[in-house]
């Protein structure tokens, strides 16, 4: 089945840093890939999207390639600041399954961001 | 005013307890969804609704039932309280459509079992 893996965590970093958390997939077909955060005491949200090979996501100074050649989709930002600790969760969604498997999100487990001043 | 609301935020509950969550949601969305979270497990789906009529067993279905009263309301049970459910559980909802897999989470509830 499909299936997500992110790198091991927790990742700590100086504020400024350079950010990147590998994620890479397993899936039939081609999926689409999401990274979500989530900022302490709160749900999930959607931080930026790719659906198909070679496209990038973008969002709040957040980059990921969607590479099929390597099947990844790493996250990157260039210079982190302290409001960017977080749990950050990479998934996929196949748009091609059917049935009841239509519209599910598979997620990895999970990365903890923290920045220090 | 949040578009996604849970009930209650936190909860300690004995083994054996039947225990109900709830969530509901103002967003109009058709689907919704619950979650589990434990450390380094990511998040798991127990349970998910396409509408009113249309229940699906998520990849951790056992020992958890739901009922979707309406379209804005979905709630989880465990018939029987044990403590390996205890973990952080999150409502999501997603419109039909092309932004289907955007999924909008509630603020989670907090369950332990003693």
């Known amino acids: 089945g499909d299936s997500v893996t992110q790198m091991e965590g927790p990742v700590t970093l100086s504020e400024e840093a350079f950010l990147t958390i590998n994620c890479t997939y397993t899936a039939t077909g081609y999926p689409s890939l999401f990274w979500y955060v989530q900022y302490p005491g709160e749900g999930l949200q959607l931080l930026l999207k790719?659906?198909?090979?070679?496209d990038k996501g973008s969002n709040k100074g957040f980059e990921a390639t969607y590479r099929k050649e390597t099947t990844s989709f790493h996250l990157e930002k260039g210079s982190v600041q302290v409001s960017d600790s977080a749990v950050y969760f990479c998934a996929l969604s196949d748009p091609n399954a059917g049935g009841t498997s239509y519209g599910k999100l598979t997620f990895g487990q999970g990365t903890i961001l923290t920045v220090h001043p | 005013d949040a578009d996604v609301t849970q009930t209650p935020r936190n909860r300690i509950t004995k083994t054996g307890k039947r225990i109900m969550l709830e969530c509901s949601q103002t967003?109009?969305?058709?689907?919704m969804y619950w979650y589990r979270q434990d450390p380094g497990l990511g998040l798991r789906l127990i349970y998910y609704?396409?509408?009113?009529?249309?229940?699906n067993k998520g990849e951790i279905s056992d020992g958890y039932s739901v009922s979707r009263q309406a379209q804005a309301k979905f709630s989880l049970s465990l018939e029987s309280a044990i403590p390996n459910q205890t973990a952080l559980y999150f409502c999501?909802?997603?419109?039909?459509?092309?932004?289907?897999?955007?999924?909008?989470f509630g603020p989670g509830t907090r369950l332990t079992v003693t």
């Open positions: 790719a659906t198909k090979a070679d």
């Open positions: 967003k109009g969305h058709d689907r």
């Open positions: 999501a909802t997603s419109a039909d459509g092309a932004s289907i897999y955007e999924q909008y």
């Open positions: 609704s396409f509408d009113v009529k249309d229940i």
